[in-house]
């Protein structure tokens, strides 16, 4: 398995593994996603300081993670960024996403990344489970504050300094 920065040419099958996850209903986002509508977000990802990185083996991309910048515009937040992640249901459990959380972990000294977390649904066992191995601890519970089907779900926030990973 190989690591490496997102290219454009990478963003249909970052959509296809997005949408993977729309469709079982694991992120707060309920409706498909086009390539068109998440260049936007793919643009506001530069490598220097919030790259996406790609998960890939034999040319095929296998999952995909990124930082985000937490609350931009606010220079006390500057060292804290917001990591996602997402794996190709068809390589689930296959060491992918610690793959992605090794590789995000090793490349934040260089990005001057300090402090890390992600926010799930609380019924995203799997990744909140990756997440504990790799030393984040839950920081937060805003509970029932997604509906989905018409059931209320929470959101967790986990999180760790980088500086002790």
Known sequence: MNIRF??????????????QAIAAQCIAVLEPVTPQARQA???????????????ESQDAILGYSYFSAYRPGRTALRHTAELSYFVDYKHHGQGVGSALLEACIQSCPELKIKTLFAILLETNVSSIGLLKKFK???WAHLPGVAEINGVAVGQVYFGRKTESM
Do not use: G, T
Request: proline fraction near 9%; charge should be negative; hydrophobic fraction near 40%.
């Open 6 to 19: 997102a290219e454009k040419q990478d963003l249909p099958a970052l959509v296809d593994i997005y949408n």
């Open 41 to 55: 977000w793919f643009d506001e990802h530069p490598r220097e300081s919030h790259p996406i990185l790609i998960a």
């Open 136 to 138: 984040f601890e839950q």
